[in-house]
């Protein structure tokens, strides 16, 4: 699958902590193989096409369209559901 990545995204994740970002990009590598990649992805409820990937205390929001991959979003947990 292709990873589209949002610039949003980016600017987001260049405030986390270095191995936060480092272990985001081992994930994202990873996420091209989904749905056989061994990550914590949820699908959110309410919506077909959204999914979330946990890493520790962050999530990562894409969709996921035909073999397309569009990562949108990245936030802490405690602000990942309000």
Same mark, same amino acid.
């Given at each position: 699958?292709e990873?589209f $990545?949002? +610039?949003?995204?980016?600017? &987001?994740?260049?405030?986390y902590p270095? /191995?936060?970002?480092?272990?985001i990009? =081992?994930?994202? !590598?990873?996420? =091209?193989? /989904?749905? /056989?990649a061994r990550?914590?992805? &949820? &699908?959110?409820? %309410?919506?077909? +096409?959204?999914f979330?990937?946990r890493? %520790?205390?962050?999530? @990562?929001?894409? @969709?996921?369209e !035909?073999?397309r @991959?569009?990562?949108? +979003?990245a &936030? $802490?947990?405690e =602000?990942a559901?309000?």
């Amino acid at each position: 699958m292709e990873v589209f $990545v949002k +610039d949003k995204f980016y600017k &987001k994740t260049c405030k986390y902590p270095k /191995f936060v970002q480092q272990h985001i990009l =081992k994930s994202m !590598e990873l996420l =091209k193989n /989904f749905p /056989f990649a061994r990550l914590d992805i &949820k &699908k959110l409820a %309410g919506k077909d +096409d959204l999914f979330r990937l946990r890493i %520790g205390n962050y999530r @990562i929001f894409f @969709i996921l369209e !035909e073999n397309r @991959i569009y990562v949108f +979003d990245a &936030k $802490v947990r405690e =602000k990942a559901y309000k």
